[in-house]
């Protein structure tokens, strides 16, 4: 039994207590109002910070709270495939939407021996981390080779990005390397991260990449929306475009080597057949002549895959630039159907045989109908695509 002495005395101190607690609540809220009365600007610039971290962070998955819209993600777009198979026709479809900040095969001078046998060591370096930073809009963290004599890498960014183009990047005569100290105008870094930062979506095109099993561990730790778009086409039609080129490109050792791409046609078309979990709802396969063929359908089935609207300005360029008969090897102003199969014309029998024979197997799986005879090859209303299986 409690003395009369002690319960008075621990009712006291409760209502102490209730008493301390009051006040303070009292005072904290308007004290609050004060603290951020004095400071707005830093206060929302945390906030925005913080949110923007949440999006873009690579290295800590946190969770989602009220702040962050799921459906803002930023979107980033991979176009994979190989040399001479339509990706540069393709790319202009986000090279003429400007909500994308678009880079032209920025693997190109960062991977010049990477040709699928390397360690996991230089898979890292010249193509996981490169393509982290640059879906990040991260340019300060790129390899010094990105970074070349001539400038950036970049000067074939200057022709084939519209909104590079546009900055005085490609105006500047003299060389530009990290180490360079630039003004704030010229400063490459610092231009290339805003304009990417300014944009919704980045888009990139990339045909060093021989493996698409590569990005696995960007699509499984970057928080980002990531997409792939896996370009495939006819390697009759990719030959044929390579020999006019293989002479002025000594570099490249498998320029002509048809055993070899197709076999990294076939290794990556099994994602297509059994598409693993990372990457479903993420990729895309599609063959470049139903795009050339039908260039406005396709373009719409591709922004419907990317859950994003097709702007008039990529459908001015498709109807203005598909349909001409003017334009050499590298215009993006040719009549698409007709460059798509003019390998019908310009190959002889015996080496669309020889394709045929070493690419069989990624052919039929393509729906690509092979030819027997010259009459075969030359009768255009013998079709040699079949529609593409599901």
Known sequence: MMFPWKLKKKRMLFMVLLLIA???CFLNSPLDKAIIAKRPHKVIEHIRNHEWTLITSNKTRHKTNSTVNLKAKPLRVIIVTQMRSGSSFT????NHNDD?????EPLSDLAPKFLGNGTTENIHTYIE???????????KDLPGMWWNINGFTALHQCAYSRQIQATPLCNLSKPIKNSVSLSKKENPIHILENLCYGKKHV?????????????ENIFKNVSMDVKIIHLVRDPRGTFNSRNK?????????????????????ERNT???LDTPMWLQNKYMLIRYEDLAMEPLLYAEKIYNFLNIQLPN????????????NYGDEWSHTRNSSQVATRWRNELSLSSVLDIQSRCQLVMNRLGYKTVTTEEMLRNWNYSVLEPLKS
């Open 100 to 104: 994308f900040f678009y880079l032209f």
């Open 91 to 94: 790319g202009e479809l986000f």
């Open 203 to 215: 888009a990139l095109k990339v045909i060093k990449l021989e493996n698409i099993n590569y990005l």
């Open 270 to 272: 099994n994602i297509w």
């Open 22 to 24: 009051g006040t303070f």
């Open 129 to 139: 981390r490169p393509l982290v930073d640059l879906i990040q809009c991260n340019f």
């Open 245 to 265: 080129l293989c002479d002025i490109l000594p570099h490249e050792k498998y320029c002509r080597n048809v055993s070899y791409c197709c076999a990294r046609l």
């Open 313 to 324: 300005s990529v459908r001015d360029w498709i109807n203005g630039h598909t349909q001409s």
